[in-house]
């Protein structure tokens, strides 16, 4: 199978995993691990190893992105707290990251975003050039993919981290960079502190 296909079959497997994950809370951290590893297992085979190494300010640059990031989506979280359709999807989205024990979520965080990286920052970015997409449509069918939770803080969140980690990527031409941005991003938003919580007075309306 060319990595053509193999590209077009991650992206399907991830379309599949998120509409899966964000809809049964209870697949939610097997089905987007499973899906998120695989895709950058499948366009491993053929590509070159991916460059690690990365300049001080590159890293710092990452860490940075991926707080700015979360700190964006947060925002934007305590925006949709104040209706009711925004407080519904808050609430779906921590039942889907709360369905498994803390410790666990920061370990799965890990390889999930390993893989995604290899997928999109590599096979489907590369430097910007000789990818399967170049940084525009890479973008564009990232926020695609997003799209199929059907959830604005997700979808949002999601092109924000497509946004910087490809940035990051092309600029540095190294993995890392982008890698520790989605780390950081992953780990604050599905493991601790997390999005808003709806609020109280609604929450059990919504839960």
């Known amino acids: 199978m060319s990595l053509r296909w193999r590209g077009t079959l991650g992206v399907l497997v991830q379309v599949g995993a998120v509409r899966a994950a964000f ?20 366009t491993a085979p053929g590509r070159p190893r991916p460059r690690l190494r990365a300049d001080p300010g590159w ?19 305590r925006l949709l707290n104040r209706s009711s359709p925004g407080r519904r999807w808050l609430s779906q989205v921590r039942r889907c990251t709360d369905s498994r024990p803390r410790a666990l979520r920061a370990l799965l965080v890990v390889p999930a975003a390993v893989g995604e990286e290899l997928f999109w920052r590599e096979a489907m970015l590369g430097d910007g050039s000789q990818g399967l997409l170049q940084s525009g449509p890479e973008v564009a069918v990232y926020a695609a993919v997003q799209l199929a939770s059907g959830n604005p803080a997700v979808v949002g969140g999601g092109v924000l981290l497509g946004l910087v980690t490809t940035c990051l990527r092309v600029g540095s031409g190294s993995l890392t960079p982008a890698l520790l941005a989605h780390l950081v991003f992953s780990e604050m938003t599905l493991t601790w502190p997390g999005l808003p919580l709806p609020h109280p007075r609604h929450h059990r309306a919504v839960t």
Not at 60 to 77: E, R
Request: aromatic share 16%.
């Open 23 to 42: 809809w049964q809370p209870r697949w939610f951290w097997a089905a987007m691990t499973t899906a998120l590893v695989s895709s950058g297992v499948l």
């Open 59 to 77: 890293i710092a640059g990452g860490v940075m992105a991926g707080l700015c990031a979360y700190l964006v989506t947060f925002g934007t979280g």
